[in-house]
């Protein structure tokens, strides 16, 4: 199995400042035939369920603000908030798809400081 | 709109079972894999398993944890997916989440359906 882990566990950012996650895989999730990253990321705020951010690594789903932007390639990714929004308090998880089982990062939960 | 509705959920005693649906809408469904994900309280997500599309021969896979005990199947007509879970246990209590996936998108999930395991 593909193990992922993200780093910091939790970070505390100032409003408008940037935050940064990051993410590693155990083993490429980069697909050559296609060159596609099958590396998402998730949002889950309190009581809620998760909600897709990103997907191939950089690519925002429908709806999401576009502050919150992928990157990366191969085994080292990571999630930028450009300026924090209070809304944007939550737990932050980055799964790999590029192969069963799917797994998940252990997540990191991001506070207002 | 993309919609993904998980539904079926409920309380169950241990050994029983439960059927959860996963009704699509707004995209392909018979050209999508279908994923199942859980998450218990206060936990991380777990893959479940998938059942891929009629082309990939509706090949499905599972975790470990509920290999032999959980089943995947489909209905193209109908746009929906189902996890038909027997034998279950205490650690199965979770939401119960459904996505799709194409080869191009990766869905949004669903509200998920809470499945509670207890006697």
């Known amino acids: 199995d593909i193990v992922m882990t993200q780093s910091p566990d939790s970070l505390a950012v100032s409003l408008g400042e940037r935050a940064t996650i990051n993410c590693k895989s155990s083993?490429?999730?980069?697909?050559?035939?296609?060159?596609?990253?099958?590396l998402a990321w998730h949002q889950q705020k309190p009581g809620q369920p998760p909600k897709l951010l990103t997907y191939?690594?950089?690519t925002r789903a429908s709806g999401v603000p576009d502050r919150f932007s992928g990157s990366g390639s191969g085994t080292d990714f990571t999630l930028t908030i450009s300026s924090l929004q209070a809304e944007d308090v939550a737990v932050y998880y980055c799964?790999?798809?590029?192969?069963?089982?799917?797994?998940f990062g252990q997540g990191t939960k991001v506070e207002i400081k | 709109e993309v919609q993904l509705v998980e539904s079926g959920g409920g309380l169950v005693q241990p050994g029983e079972s439960l059927k959860l649906s996963c009704a699509a809408s707004?995209?392909?469904?018979?050209?999508?894999?279908m994923h199942w994900v859980r998450q218990a309280s206060g936990k991380g997500l777990e893959w479940v398993g998938r059942?891929?599309?009629?082309?990939?021969?509706?090949?499905?896979a599972y975790a470990a944890s509920v290999k032999g005990r959980f089943t995947i199947s489909r209905d193209d007509s109908k746009n929906t997916a189902y996890l038909q879970m027997n034998s279950l246990k205490t650690e199965d209590t979770a939401v119960y989440y459904c996505?799709?996936?194409?080869?191009?998108?990766?869905?949004?999930w669903g509200q998920g359906t809470l499945v509670t395991v207890s006697s």
């Open positions: 799964q790999q798809y590029y192969s069963t089982p799917w797994t």
């Open positions: 059942i891929r599309s009629k082309p990939n021969n509706y090949a499905t």
């Open positions: 996505t799709a996936l194409t080869a191009d998108v990766l869905y949004n």
């Open positions: 191939w690594a950089s």
């Open positions: 707004g995209f392909t469904f018979s050209d999508s894999a």
């Open positions: 083993q490429s999730v980069l697909y050559r035939s296609n060159n596609k990253n099958y």
